[in-house]
Nanobody, 126 residues
Framework: QVQLQESGPGLVKPSQTLSLTCTVS??????????WSWIRQPPGKGLEWMGAIAYEGSNYYNPFLKSRTSISRDTSKNQFSLQLSSVTPEDTAVYYCARSRTVPHYTDSVANYNLWGQGTQVTVSS
């Protein structure tokens, strides 16, 4: 079975770059037809899709976050990563990686993602 696992620092200082990695096991991020997303949930708020990278390497971003967001991959490690620059305390959230079989969009419902990581808490604080 395919599994996703987020990893990275749990604490980031304001103005720095938040960096997280999603390691995929039991499958390959290059397998045709799959899209690999980063989704976050700030405390007391709903899920917010941030962006994704497709099996062929194409990027998709939430227009409200794209100026600060970069998603990349390392196919040799079967990983994809998130970088969110110039963070503020408003970026404090649980961050998830997830998989879909449709092109991701910020209006997509949770049901579009058929596989999720456990999520990792990231706090932005000095």
């Amino acid at each position: 079975q395919v599994q996703l696992q987020e990893s990275g620092p749990g604490l980031v200082k304001p103005s720095q770059t938040l960096s997280l990695t999603c390691t995929v096991s039991g499958g390959f991020i290059t397998t045709s037809g799959y899209y690999w997303s980063w989704i976050r949930q700030p405390p007391g708020k709903g899920l917010e899709w941030m962006g994704a990278i497709a099996y062929e390497g194409s990027n998709y971003y939430n227009p409200f976050l794209k100026s600060r967001t970069s998603i990349s991959r390392d196919t040799s490690k079967n990983q994809f990563s998130l970088q969110l620059s110039s963070v503020t305390p408003e970026d404090t959230a649980v961050y998830y990686c997830a998989r879909s079989r449709t092109v991701p969009h910020y209006t997509d419902s949770v049901a579009n993602y058929n596989l999720w990581g456990q999520g990792t808490q990231v706090t932005v604080s000095s």
